[in-house]
């Protein structure tokens, strides 16, 4: 069964969607408190000033008349220039979202590095010592807040034992990598305290389903069992979670991205909400949601190439 | 029905004191009890009795399917090897490749998440030399063989697009992919609907014959034992209550627990008259009374039956019956007679 026409009608739903998201992006810029001309030139401004620059920005018009204005602008690839760092929004974004993405993709992959054998291990050893410690572990990574759990690995295995770099951003491809990594590892480890307990028990669930049972009545070895019979159909579920759980790591990025420096989206997010930076905010915002959106397609496509039944 | 097989002297499978009990909340449950019976070459056994008697018990515990906290005791010989001791290594090399096992409903047993040519498949890879190419060719024979049409283009389908009857067919043909010599069949037909219930007996009766299968066959439905097996074993509360060739046995039962089954079953052809049910409900497996375990349901009982447990012995030739009082059980006469 091919997976082709479920994938193409799935990308024809992102367009409702992306409307959606262009709504309450720009809806939302415009709730929040303060106006750009003030945060522009300070508390001391002139009426005068704020005038001509709401004038400039085009903030004087109907909110009808802004919005049409902001969908030709995003039609165009033009979101403006950002107010503090006097550059075109578009490109800062190219610039600082690739560093984001390749942070919560490093989470992503060291959360299922952690998550998957661990699950197994627990599952297989269900009540036993094993399987306790390891839902033990992972509660107390669950309860510690992300930037707690950043600044302890960050004393301990960069101040102190200097294994990783304090905070920053490298230039080569490996370097960045090499760089990512605390701040990665932190990220991951909430996460992946989410899906180990979620793939436990779906590990379980499976085990005890009749088409295990009949797997191993064929006289299957027990790893083929395992990973072609258990790990597929428990994956299911937890696929999906880590699908919704793209949200949260994007939010945690934000706490990450300033315990550790690294010049990301989520810091230049709260730098911009703070300067009132209103296109910023909204092309960041804009870029962000977009990316959500095509995770969660991609969670879509793996979970129906996992589960045929998803597809009809 | 036929009797024996020529060359039932030496059995193919040999089950003594398979005990299979289970530690609950309620405390440890017996499910099977010193549970014996053989299976010879070519015949079809039928494993009879109530929900909860421990009929599928049983047979998963033959191939040694019982999960934790479940154990298994006793032996189970299958040409020699004894299944139950053996290390898990060799056991695979005969699940599957000689001993085959088909469950009661296709839609749980089949993994939904794979295509059914797949299933066929991992079965022929793990215990024939086959290469690819090989397989697949033997996945579409046995496709034909089971009667699914349209074999080729079935392959790649998953189970929920088969229908109740072509995924019961499409489980045969993965369980019958090596070649087994025993079938282990948990309930095949209880599934389905009646017409179709027919066409996959038929179907299991069919394949036996060309393949040289024996058959246990776990069934509560009587018209199913009579229609297709040689021999049967009735079990009540994880034991066996009585063993015989399935003619003689309906003919004159001698265990007041078959004679009351014989007489819950609904024939056409015959006067209508009310069918006689067994009164009460079989014990939970943690409380079994003293004595026979059918004593309080059976109106045959006398003051021993709530003391001393009947053993399993022969009655006449080639019967056995646990019961104490298995001649006033026959003089009665049989409800299907």
């Given at each position: ?114 998550a998957v054998?661990?699950a197994f291990?627990?599952a ?71 899906l180990m307990r979620n793939l436990r028990s779906a590990i ?30 428990a994956l299911?579920?937890t ?74 | ?337």
């Amino acid at each position: 069964m091919s997976l082709l026409p479920y994938i193409f009608r799935r990308i024809l739903q992102l367009i409702p969607t992306l409307v959606f998201i262009l709504v309450v992006v720009f809806v939302l810029v415009r709730l929040l408190p303060g106006d750009p001309a003030s945060a522009l030139i300070g508390d001391r401004a002139l009426d005068a000033d704020v005038q001509r620059i709401n004038h400039e920005l085009g903030l004087d018009q109907p909110l009808p008349v802004q919005f049409l204005y902001f969908l030709k602008q995003v039609a165009t690839g033009d979101l403006g220039n950002s107010l503090s760092l006097k550059a075109p929004v578009i490109d800062i974004v190219a610039q600082r979202l690739p560093v984001t993405i390749l942070l919560t993709t490093m989470a992503a992959v060291i959360a299922l590095l952690f998550a998957v054998p661990l699950a197994f291990l627990a599952a297989l050893r269900q009540d036993g010592v094993v399987d306790t410690v390891i839902r033990g572990v992972f509660q107390v990574g669950l309860s510690m807040p992300v930037f707690y759990l950043g600044l302890v690995l960050l004393t301990v295995l960069a101040a102190g034992l200097h294994w990783f770099p304090v905070g920053g951003y490298g230039e080569t491809f490996p370097d960045r990598v090499y760089h990512l990594f605390l701040p990665a590892l932190t990220l991951a480890l909430s996460l992946a305290a989410v899906l180990m307990r979620n793939l436990r028990s779906a590990i379980i669930g499976v085990l005890g389903a009749e088409y295990v049972d009949f797997a191993r009545a064929k006289g299957l070895k027990s790893r083929l069992i395992l990973i072609r019979h258990v790990l597929r159909n428990a994956l299911i579920s937890t696929v999906t979670l880590f699908g919704l759980s793209v949200g949260t790591l994007l939010g945690g990025a934000v706490i990450t991205e300033t315990v550790f420096a690294v010049p990301g989206a989520g810091r230049l997010m709260i730098d911009s909400i703070y300067g009132r930076d209103y296109p910023m905010v909204q092309g960041l915002t804009l870029a962000l949601a977009v990316l959500v959106s095509l995770t969660f397609l991609l969670t879509d496509i793996v979970q129906a190439w996992l589960d045929p039944r998803v597809a009809r | 029905m036929s009797a024996l097989p020529s060359q039932a002297l030496t059995p193919a499978l040999s089950v003594r004191d398979l005990t299979t009990t289970f530690v609950t909340s309620a405390g440890r449950v017996t499910a099977v009890d010193n549970v014996g019976f053989d299976v010879f070459p070519g015949e079809v056994l039928g494993l009879v009795g109530e929900s909860g008697s421990g009929k599928s018990v049983t047979l998963r515990s033959i191939m040694r399917l019982i999960h934790a906290p479940g154990v298994v005791g006793g032996s189970v010989l299958w040409q020699g090897r004894d299944l139950v001791t053996m290390p898990e290594r060799e056991l695979r090399r005969i699940r599957g490749a000689e001993i085959a096992m088909i469950f009661q409903e296709p839609m749980t047993a089949l993994n939904p998440v794979l295509p059914v040519g797949l299933q066929i498949e991992e079965n022929l890879k793990a215990h024939t030399p086959l290469d690819r190419a090989g397989r697949t060719k033997r996945a579409l024979e046995l496709m034909d063989l089971v009667g699914i049409p349209e074999a080729r283009r079935r392959l790649s389908d998953y189970p929920h697009q088969f229908s109740g009857g072509m995924r019961q067919r499409a489980m045969i043909a993965i369980s019958l992919a090596s070649n087994p010599k025993l079938l282990l069949a948990d309930e095949p037909t209880t599934a389905l609907d009646v017409t179709i219930q027919d066409q996959i007996l038929k179907l299991i009766l069919e394949l036996k014959r060309e393949l040289g299968m024996s058959v246990v066959f776990v069934t509560h439905d009587l018209g199913v034992v009579a229609a297709t097996c040689d021999r049967m074993a009735v079990m009540y509360a994880g034991r066996i209550v009585e063993t015989g060739e399935v003619a003689s046995v309906f003919a004159k039962p001698r265990h007041a627990y078959t004679r009351g089954l014989l007489g819950s079953v609904p024939r056409s052809g015959a006067e209508r008259t009310m069918l006689l049910s067994i009164d009460g409900t079989p014990p939970s497996l943690a409380a079994i009374p003293p004595g026979c375990p059918f004593n309080p349901r059976c109106s045959f009982a006398t003051e021993v039956c709530r003391t001393v447990v009947p053993p399993l012995d022969e009655v006449s030739p080639a019967r056995l019956a646990a019961c104490h009082h298995h001649d006033r059980v026959a003089a009665a006469g049989s409800p299907v007679a």
